[in-house]
């Protein structure tokens, strides 16, 4: 089935089109280029067909769920969320050129450079986790490279809160990464099924490949895949060259029982760090927010209200409204005109105050003069 074109770009006051970056299923990315401050932006706008209440509610949640935690470094950073004029919300957020997924398409990477970026996602994670927050599609493709090359997490599309039961909700899974739980439909995600995404997500970047996903494409099926997963069966790299120490640690998060699995990404993080050090490379900083950043108002994933541009309003009963109100009063409703219809001549000015100011400055003059002839002692 070909790919679905790009919808028409909308005009956005302040920033100019330069081209697509890519269409999804409900929204479309574009490259726009800011004009204050200067910048290129990635813009994700909702399709103008798109006219489901989930669908937009979802929409809002991403643009809440980001901008509550992209304040992290391994989290893309949004700089704005609002409505175009021809009515589709859009998210402005950082432009990153590559991502993950397009990367391991071009082969595995290197074990010191997944150890780094499990890191660092583990750390992203823990920070959504602590807010409330679920990612809920941790993926290659959604993990993406800034302009310093440095890997960010994004599309928090679908994310949920944590202990949310999920019944009767209607989600995307990316079954290669998804947990055995999630693909049997007892739950849509909790801390368990992150841990397992992530682990799988690493095992990719090192293999090359899904960890279930067999070389010969004829028996990679959704069916067929669906089925491995759900047997979790660990198929180990050290064939490959992956030493054992990282064998062991991912092997834990994929643990077919969410219990035998890390507790929380900070101990999945720890673990990968632990992996670094004993591999001889540098650990990786586990970056996770403080616990009073964490106490802070939560998301309200229920909120189905209509958002959109901030309109100031002022209360009518306020002081302010009131010395406005006393303002427009004093101020002329309309333009003065006489019976005719035509503005008075307004009044004019007599002759005399002109003519003595003239003459003042006159005489004012010829005082210096004078006084500058005496002190050179020609008068």
């Known amino acids: 089935m070909p790919k679905r074109m790009p919808s028409a770009p909308p005009v956005l006051a302040g920033y100019s089109y330069v081209r697509p970056l890519g269409a999804g299923g409900f929204a479309d990315v574009f490259l726009y280029e800011q004009d204050l401050p200067r910048r290129v932006t990635a813009v994700k706008v909702l399709l103008v067909d798109v006219t489901d209440a989930d669908a937009r509610r979802a929409f809002t949640l991403e643009a809440d769920a980001m901008a509550r935690v992209s304040a992290h470094p391994s989290i893309v950073t949004i700089h704005q969320a609002s409505i175009s004029a021809d009515g589709r919300p859009y998210l402005v957020m950082e432009y990153c050129p590559e991502s993950l997924g397009a990367r391991v398409k071009r082969g595995p990477m290197p074990a010191g450079d997944v150890l780094d970026i499990g890191v660092r996602m583990a750390g992203a994670l823990e920070t959504a986790h602590r807010s409330g927050m679920l990612h809920r599609d941790i993926k290659p493709s959604n993990l993406l490279v800034n302009a310093l090359g440095a890997p960010v997490l994004a599309d928090f599309g679908i994310a949920g ?219």
Do not use: C
């Not at 841990?195 to 028996?219: C, K, Q």
């Open 161 to 379: 809160a944590i202990g949310d039961a999920g019944g009767g909700e209607t989600f995307a899974m990316s079954i290669p990464w998804s947990a055995p739980e999630v693909l049997g439909e007892r739950t849509t995600g909790t801390v368990a099924t992150e841990v397992w995404s992530l682990g799988a997500t690493l095992y990719t970047l090192l293999a090359g490949h899904s960890p279930f996903e067999l070389a010969d494409r004829s028996r990679n099926s959704v069916d067929q895949l669906s089925r491995r997963v759900l047997g979790a069966k660990y198929t180990p790299l050290g064939p490959r060259g992956i030493p054992a120490r990282i064998d062991t640690v991912l092997s834990t998060a994929m643990q077919r029982d969410p219990a035998r699995r890390y507790a929380t990404m900070a101990e999945f993080g720890e673990q990968l760090r632990w992996a670094q050090y004993e591999l001889g490379v540098a650990p990786t900083s586990l970056e996770v927010a403080s616990p009073e950043w964490a106490s802070a108002a939560h998301i309200t994933f229920g909120d189905a209200s209509q958002r959109g541009p901030v309109v100031t309003t002022v209360n009518p009963d306020s002081r302010r409204a009131g010395r406005a109100a006393a303002q427009a009063e004093a101020r002329p409703t309309a333009a003065v005109v006489d019976a005719g219809g035509l503005a008075p001549d307004r009044p004019r000015r007599g002759w005399i105050v002109p003519v003595l100011i003239g003459a003042g400055s006159a005489i004012a003059v010829l005082a210096v003069g004078a006084a500058v002839l005496l002190l050179a002692g020609v008068l």
